[in-house]
């Protein structure tokens, strides 16, 4: 057995604030090596996977993610997309990659405009990819939520393709597992709470799986996301 | 030189949470019988330039990049040269271009 660790680019935009957050719960795994990579940066230095943080990248202006998308990094983090890379966008970094168009749909205001920040229940609805393979299909896990633009929603054309495809990562759903409108704490299109790309080697989630990786910070179920990453990366 | 305005707003279809939630205050003000409130996005820009087609091509290539997301929003513009009025924000509509996004079918209010 080899030492390698997988290495975790952290992409830090003007308005980034989980950063810190991923990188700390990230260095909880002996086999992850997580580093920052500043916006303004051409070189992603041989990353594993690349992670578009939490926050408030170019405060939300005009719409969230949508300067950001622009970063000269971001070039950078598509061709590594398409060549197969491993991306993971948290939050603001779903809706960084919504509005870069490597994910589908878009994610407006919240039903009710109201700012969402509480523990979410999730159903796992995919298991087959490099993001959840440590979960079972139908598991229910607990992230929480904390955002004001977590309103997914694609045109009806694509929703269907996207249901077709399975391309559905996670659920808003109560704790037994239903997938209800009471259970949806933003008014997302079929409770959408996470998504795939079409190649299964993109997710992105508004939940943070960051935030409960470590049980004194009241969780641990985020653990098995970025464990599944690893696993992949290690054993493919 | 050419002053533009560029409306966006959500497209027919998508939900719009600001524009129900206006509609829902309005009636408190003693407003009733007011409907389908959407609210969007006003933006105006001065760009460089003689050929007022080539401007129009530049705007819309930015509407549909950056200052709109066609995904989710509709927009149109209309530019007329800069100078032709004072620099009030007055608007001109008759005299102006105006160009519309939507090539698409839009989808039908749904049930």
Redesign the interface.
Known sequence: MTSRRVRFGIVVFPGSNCEYDTHHALSTFSEAEPYYLWHKDHDLRDPDCIVLPGGFSYGDY??TG??AR?SPIMREVAAFASDGGLVLGICNGFQIL??AHLLH??L??????RFVCRAQHLRVERTDTPFTRRLRVGQVIQIPVNHNEG?W????DHLQHIEKEGLVAFRYCDPEGNVSDAANPN?AVNNVAGLFSEGLNILGMMPHPERVCEAILGGTDGRAIFQSIIDTVLEP | MFRVSVYVSPKKG??D??GA?VERALPALGHSGVRNIRVGRYITLEVEGDDAEKVKADVDDMCRR??A?P??EDYFFEIAPAGSESSSAKRQPSSAVSERSGAEPQ?REGT
């Open positions: 005009l719409r949508a300067i622009f919504t509005e749909g878009a407006r205001r919240n039903r009710g405009l309103n929603t694609a045109g009806v008014g | 998508v939900a949470p600001q939630a950056l200052l997301n995904i989710i989808p």
